[in-house]
Each structure stands twice: as C-alpha cells, then as structure tokens.
C-alpha cells in the first residue's frame, strides 16, 4: 500500500527542519518506504499568501491523507492578529478536522544531556513518560463561549468544559493500549473534587480499566500531579488527562527532561486496526523566528516525530526503531546543534546534524 | 483594637499542628497582640459531629473574625462521600462566604533544604516567587455545571468557567500592590490564546496595570508557565493567575522548592485600608492522616501562616518579620522534623520543634 504524506512546513525555523526530515524522508523510501509526498501552507506563511492560517483545500488534503508532518508556526509578524486569525489556530483546526483526539507527548530524557536539565540527574536519567492528552474537546473546543458587554456595562467572559463519555472512554483506550506496549501503568489525571467534568473523567477511566486487567490505573488530581512530576518524575508510566491539563502537564514533562529541543508528538484519532491511526506529527519546540533562516536550528525532534510516523501510521515501527537508534546514537556521540551543545564544543549545523543522522543509518 | 480570629484545626495532623501553633499565638499576646481566639469544627470532624464539612455557624462566626487559622482536613474515612459533602468542600465554602479572591502561595526556598530540591541547587538558591491565584471565581464556582445523561442515553459532563472585569481586576490589584513590596514585577498568565477567559484576563491585567507604572507587567501562557518554572524558575517575582491555573501552578511552584512542608498560605479579601485584610491563613501541606497523632507532624508551614495572619490580617509587620526570622533560625540551626531531617542526623518532634522556635523569639 501506498501512504499519503502532506508535509507542512510552516514558519520560523518550520522550514528548515522540515527540508531536512524531507532527506530523512528518503531515506525511508530507499528502505522500502511506499509513500507520496505532497507540500501544503499553513500558519503564518498561509496567512501571507491564502489569507487564513489554514485553508479549506489544506483541510481536505490532509483528510485525503494517512499523516501530516507539521513544521511549526507563528512568529511577530503575526502577533497582533486577532486570536481567531492567528497561526496556531491552523493546528487547533486540523486536530478537530482529522478528529486527532489523542495528542501523545513522550517525555524522553537523553541521558547524554542530562546536564541540561533543571533537575538532578539522579531524577530524571532514563526518564520515559508518555503523555497522552485529549486534544478534540474540553475547553478547547466546547461551546457557549463568549467575551461580552453585561446589561451593567462590565465586560464578562467565559468558555465551557464539557466532555461526554464517549470522548473520554476513547482517549482513555488508547492510553491503556499504549500502556501496553510499556510498562502497563496508567495515571489518570483530573480534578475530579472540583469539577463535574473531572468526575466523569475518573468515573469513564475507571470503566475503561476493566477491559484492561494487564494494566494497572491509578488516579490523580492535576495540582498533586504537577507537584509529582517535579518531586518524583520516575513514578509515571503512561498519564492521560484533559485537553487543558493535558497542554500544561506535557509542557512541564518536556522541561524535566532537559531535552526540550528533541522531543516529538503524535496527534492520532486512535489506534484502529492493527495499530495504525491516521495522524499528525510535529517537534514540541515552537517556531523559534529568533534563529530562522540561519541554518542552525536542530532537526532532531522533527525527525523523530517522522519515526512516530512510521510507527503509528504507515506500519513500520522497523523503520522507526533504526532512525530513533540512529538519532540516540548521533546525540550520543555529541554531536550538537548550537542549542544542546556544550560549552567549549564546535556546534553543527541543520544540515551537518542530518548528516550524522543519514550516516549513522548507512552504518547500521 | 483587639483583633477576633477563628481556629479550625481539621483532620489528621491538623489538631497537632494547630495546638503547637497555639503556643506561637500565646507568644504574641505576650508581646502585645490583641486578639479574642475561639475554635470551630472543619472537614471530617465537622462531618462527623455536625454532618457537612463546614456548618452554617462557623461560616457565621468566620465572617465575625478578622482571620482564620486552619489545619488540614480530609483522610480516607471521607474519601467515599459523593464531593459536595466531602471535608475540602468547607475551605472551597469559605473561601467564597468571606470573599477571599486572593489566594497568595509564597513559594520560597529554605537554602538549608536545597538538598530536598529535585532541582539543582544553582536554579533554586534564594527562590522566592509568589504566586497569587484568584479564588472565589472561575471553573470552581462557575454555573452552569453539571453531570447528566444525554437523550441518546450517554453520560455528558460540562463545568463553566467564567470572570467579569471586577474580578480579574481586583485580584490583579492585589498582585501589583503586593509586588510593589517586592521586585515589582508582575507576571500575568492565561490562555489567551484558547479561551475567551484568557483573553478577558490578559485586557484587564494589562488595564490594571496602567495604575501601577512603576511595576513592569509581562503576560505569559500557562502551559510555557509550567515550562518557564521548571527552567528557569527565578525569572519569577509574582504571578498573578485564575483559580484553576493556579491551583496547578501553585503545587508546581512549591514542589520546586523542595520546602514543601514548611510553606505557608494565606487567603485574602483584598489588601485593604492600611493593607489590612480579612484572610484565612493554612499550610500549603495536607492531612497526612498516616502520620497523625504520632507527634512528629512538622509544625513550621502553620506556624509561618500565622505570621501570614500577623503581617495581612493583623497590621502586626513586626512580629511577622521576628517570627519568620526565628523560623529560619531554627531550621538553619539544623532542627529537624523527620519530613526535613537529613539521613543521619536526629529528628525532633512537632513539640520539640515548636520549643525551638520560641527558644529562638526569646533570645531575640
Ligand atoms: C498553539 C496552542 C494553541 C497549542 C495548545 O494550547 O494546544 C499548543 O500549546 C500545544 O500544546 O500544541
Ligand atoms: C482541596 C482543593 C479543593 C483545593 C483546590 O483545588 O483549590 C486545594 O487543592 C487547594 O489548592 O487549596
């Protein structure tokens, strides 16, 4: 079978690591890969040219496809639009679009920069959680939601968190069945003493449990895990959790590790038939306009968020093991883009670190 | 002016941490305080002798003192009541009956408990953010809400979360005069790039802000927040954040500084006349119903809420400043309860501790 990649590069740096991973890319079609590529706008550089940070047509390439590779978007130029108009609402509308409901954030520590983390080493080395976020609904998506004038002239705003079970009971599986593939722990994270859609939230994940006696879950409230990811990072295997909670735990789980610049995520509409999920792949980092067009930002996170591709959505998880080995082996033999390198070390550049990459795969 | 405060020792440890406290209390009517005390019920006491965590005569007698001083509550004979009768529903009940939209988390480093610190030393030394959470409004307290079954028979939850300008503007008021005995930097966070709240939020605070010239405001998204405390948490002075935000970032915040059991609370009405406010004042730290009625409970996170209460509640500066500094002489001085002594050194007991403390105001 022949899968269908739409490959969007974006803004900033989006670009540059995307032209790189396109080499990468190759790389897999010369393995046995059957792919076809094709290139869409989106963010900043669709506002310029298509007038809205995701067109129609894009949308529906996207739905024609088996996976979007995503770059990375925003930057000042597009600061002062309002919020409906701006860059990151393309992602936020291609998650809806593809129903992407389960956006999974490894928290991987490379150990060899250890030292880059805030944390002590003794914390966070061979640290490996993943974060499984609902990322369709919640207070992300839910109406009403409004920012008006009152009948006393006061501006009053507010938004809806709502969840039915059906959306919680199917990110919920997908935890579990990545679960599996690990160390069969799931951490179910809510507020369930606060909030009515925390309730449903246990009340689902306990539910979905029972189809899973492999696996053992645990819950959590969302303050108490904030506070544990700092205090005992190694506890966690496998946490699922709202889409807003979600957004906020992944992000302090990546700044753990102290491997920001390298982390991958998924976006998948579930793990259907044998394993495979349409999806949508991006680094965590964001678009970094400080450095663009220099040639200096690192490729590595978008490079393992194709091997995530590989794994979840074109069925080659052998692929995706040689390139996640051959990147572990690049960092690992210290060669450095100028954001993880050492003090005293000549830095590489886009380019040469994709060398190391394409080297290392010839060499396995 | 003799000062009226309430004291609700709670659940588990409260009772002990509460009676040593009580000491402390005595020690400031010796050096000239005013106050009339009288105790109430809270949490799984109040349940087990009055039915509901927090009876209508204690919610009376709170709005007739000038603070409350209160424990903990909670343990796992409550943990089966359905939520709205569980023992943390009284703090939520207070909170709103005394209007006490300012939640202020110091999070502040002992420098002699670095060791306890997941982070490295270097990130957290002399750490003193404080974070205050707005607390009577938003997704806690927000109609509608609910958890019911749809017509197609599927369980649906929803919880609102809505402000009005007043009550964004009010709790940033306190952060800006708050940060004006400090750094004065403020640091505002949202989700404006998601939600409608956080796009009410971030006009405001930057409206309030325009009264406050001399304090330099920068906005900041929660999930990068999360992030940022991780990294980088000095870049910090006072965060100013909705009650759900907070509620996470404060744990994150106060985890980092590895001081956990030792820090303080407190919970105002606003900074008013004189900077005096109505408050409630607790340790950040819980129950821990495995470690009570053993004596060992670490006393010093309400002892230091009580300083709290002398500096906002009872224009008492003074001996705020010469109870805090006598605290930090004792732990420095290498006293320790279990929960802080280092491996080899002995422990002392929640009295013995409190001893120490008092010993330390005498020599003053
Ligand atoms: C860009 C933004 C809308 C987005 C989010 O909040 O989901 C981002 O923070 C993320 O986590 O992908
Ligand atoms: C006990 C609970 C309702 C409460 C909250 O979520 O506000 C607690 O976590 C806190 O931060 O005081």
């Not at 938004?159 to 069945?177: G, H, N, P, S, W």
């Amino acid at each position: 079978r022949v899968f269908k990649l739409l490959v969007l590069p974006g803004d900033g740096i989006g670009p540059e690591i995307i032209r790189e991973t396109l080499r990468v890319i190759d790389w897999a079609r010369n393995a046995g890969l059957r792919i076809e590529l094709s290139e869409g706008l989106a963010g900043g550089a669709s506002i310029d040219i298509a007038g809205a940070p995701m067109a129609e047509d894009v949308v529906q390439q996207a739905l024609a496809s088996d996976a979007v590779l995503f770059g990375a978007v925003g930057g000042p130029k597009w600061d002062h639009l309002p919020r409906a108009q701006r860059p990151e609402m393309g992602i936020l509308r291609l998650r809806q679009a593809l129903d992407l409901y389960a956006n999974l954030r490894p928290a991987v520590c490379f150990d060899e920069l250890l030292d880059a983390s805030a944390l002590k080493p003794e914390l966070i080395r061979g640290l490996d959680i993943l974060i499984v976020r609902e990322a369709t609904a919640g207070v992300y998506f839910s109406l009403p939601r409004a920012n008006e004038v009152a009948p006393d002239g006061q501006r009053r705003a507010y938004d809806t968190q709502a969840y039915t079970e059906a959306e919680i009971a199917r990110v919920c599986r997908t935890a579990f069945e990545l679960a599996r593939t690990r160390q069969r722990r799931v951490c179910s994270v809510d507020k369930a003493n606060v909030m009515e859609t925390g309730a449903l939230w246990r009340a689902v994940a306990t539910e979905v449990a029972a189809d899973y006696p492999d696996v053992e879950l645990s819950h959590m409230y969302a303050d108490n895990c904030a506070m544990q990811l700092v205090r005992r990072p190694d506890q966690f295997d496998v946490i699922v959790t709202d889409n807003l909670f979600g957004d906020i735990l992944s992000d302090a789980a990546a700044a753990l590790t102290g491997s920001l610049g390298l982390l991958p995520s998924a976006s998948l509409s579930g793990l259907g038939q044998g394993g495979r999920s349409r999806g949508l792949y991006e680094p965590i980092h964001g678009s970094a306009p400080d450095i663009a067009g220099q040639g200096v930002a690192n490729p590595i996170a978008t490079i393992l968020s194709f091997a995530l591709c590989l794994r979840w959505s074109f069925d080659r998880a052998d692929l995706a093991d040689r390139l996640e080995r051959a990147v572990r082996h690049v960092v690992y033999s210290g060669v450095r883009t100028p954001d993880i390198a050492h003090a005293g070390i000549a830095a590489v550049s886009t380019i040469e670190m994709t060398d190391a990459v394409l080297t290392a795969l010839d060499a396995q």
